[in-house]
């Protein structure tokens, strides 16, 4: 069964520093996320992505975020100079394209932890 | 999107079904009622979802009350690798729609 996959799993970065956070979603999907679960509390929407834009953007999306389509396979979340409060796990999530279930498929996560 | 309220936790017997209730009083007419579970610091996990008719999948039923005010998610027989944060949520049907997930109900299945 076709599967979202996330690298790397666990990333560790230093405070002030860059960080790519990569993501290939379901081929045939056409919507994508990116979410944030920071230790012991809720799931938050941070940015839906659609036909190369933006769709929407939460609060915490500020301008240290940005996420990208490349190459048509990939999706990626960089945030440009980490804090230490963005330490959290991230998920990728993408959606079939409309008249399907619209359920989305999330991907296993990616750790990020920032010194 | 309609706010939905879980109890925090419940436990169940292995084997037993587990029905987890959700209310969602000020649902809208547009509004469909998702289950999603989240499996220890794993990503959220799709289960089954409906607008009024009830519906099975093989995962689960969902049983949603005729004023669609409230809704219950069955496993009619839990294993232990059902233990997991579940959550309910009430959202349209749009292809970007985003989920918004509250606190959820700890589900644990006890041997």
């Known amino acids: 069964e076709p599967e979202v996959t996330q690298t790397p799993s666990h990333q560790v970065t230093q405070m002030g520093q860059e960080v790519i956070l990569r993501c290939v979603p379901i081929?045939?999907?056409?919507?994508f996320y990116w979410y944030r679960q920071i230790l012991g509390q809720k799931v938050e929407f941070l940015v839906s992505f659609y036909n190369n834009e933006i769709s929407e953007k939460s609060e915490i999306f500020d301008d240290q975020f940005s996420v990208e389509r490349p190459d048509g396979s990939n999706f990626t979340l960089k945030i440009r100079s980490t804090k230490l409060e963005d330490s959290a796990m991230y998920f990728c999530?993408?959606?079939?394209?409309?008249?399907?279930?619209?359920?989305?498929?999330f991907g296993p996560g990616t750790r990020l932890t920032v010194t | 999107d309609a706010k939905t309220t879980q109890p925090p936790s419940m436990d169940c017997a292995e084997g037993r079904a587990a029905n987890l209730p959700c209310n969602h009083s000020?649902?809208?007419?547009?509004?469909?009622v998702y289950w999603y579970r989240q499996i220890h610091s794993q990503g959220p996990q799709y289960i089954i979802h409906?607008?009024?008719n009830n519906e099975t999948n093989e995962m689960a039923s969902l049983i949603i009350t005729e004023d669609r005010k409230s809704s219950t998610l069955i496993l009619p027989h839990a294993t232990l690798r059902d233990t997991a944060v579940y959550y309910c949520?009430?959202?349209?049907?749009?292809?970007?729609?985003?989920?918004?997930f509250g606190k959820g109900t700890k589900l644990t299945v006890n041997p």
């Open positions: 000020t649902i809208s007419g547009n509004e469909y």
């Open positions: 409906g607008l009024k």
């Open positions: 081929s045939n999907h056409l919507y």
């Open positions: 999530a993408s959606t079939p394209p409309w008249g399907s279930h619209n359920e989305q498929y």
């Open positions: 949520i009430a959202r349209t049907q749009g292809g970007s729609e985003k989920l918004v």
